[in-house]
């Protein structure tokens, strides 16, 4: 389990040693992804069967748009220099973990999967797409050339405990969190916030995506790339109105729309993957809740 210190890496360990099945978590302190020889040293010692990578650059709108070179040049190193140790040390499984934003700014809503590469990037995260494009094609690539059982996922937003809270690079669900208990704390009268508002985004609680990455491993193996998400949309407007009352925040939500909305609408098919009988367990408002509740445990 690569990435194993982040929202995604911390919440598939869990599940997978819930679930019974042996695992090692591995973050930045015991492996540097970015550095091709020591990625190759710690897969030969490790020795894995099966290898999930959640391990990324990520960032919001913000962060995207500011550092384009980062989230390019960095992702592809990690990916690269990871999917490369395991074929050379003939590692049996491999999931790769893309991004909903690979998907053409424009597209028909809900997003199949076939909707990649027929239109333009969101260009406020293009760099970041390309990057995760590059690694579903290599992961698609190992398949064909070397027949293995190597699959990409596809998930949503994502949001739960142990996301990235820091206002400069985090995504929208935990900033309108941190923004709003603060201004709570404070006795803040209001909360300017980025954008209309009228972005439509889809959210997953980690824990759902969790046990779909092990779903997908005992049950999944093709080519192709499968949504994992919840098929259900909420604007970013109603989001925030959502999170100030479940935070108990009770002063005004300004707008600054000179900020950027991002992609207009993204929101997940995710007929592939219900129809092999996996469906998400955590309703958004319950998932909010928990993730309020590990923030204000935390900080």
Known sequence: MLGASGLVGSATLKELQKQNKPAIGASRADVDLLNRQDTFEFIRKVKPDMVVDAAAKVGGIGANDKFPVN?????LQIQTNLIDACHEFKVEKFIFLGSSCIYPRNCPQPIQEDALLTG???????????????GLELIKSYRKQYKYKWI???????????????????????????????????????????????AVR???FVEDLARAIIFCSDNY????????????????????EKIAKL???QGRILWDSSKPDGMPRKVLNIDKITKLGWRPNVALDDGILKTIAWYEESH
């Open 71 to 75: 989230f390019l040049s960095e992702n």
């Open 120 to 134: 333009i990037l969101e260009p406020t995260n293009s760099a970041y797409a390309i990057a995760k494009i590059a």
């Open 152 to 198: 990409t996922v596809m998930p949503t937003n994502l949001y739960g405990p142990r996301d990235n809270f820091d206002l400069e690079n985090s995504h929208v669900l935990p900033a309108l969190i941190r923004k709003f208990v603060e201004a709570k704390r404070n006795n803040v009268e209001s909360v300017i916030l980025w954008g209309t508002g009228s």
């Open 202 to 204: 889809e959210f997953l």
């Open 221 to 240: 193996d093709s080519d192709d790339h499968i949504n994992i998400g919840t098929g259900v949309g909420i604007s970013i407007k109603e989001l925030a």
């Open 247 to 249: 935070t108990n925040f």
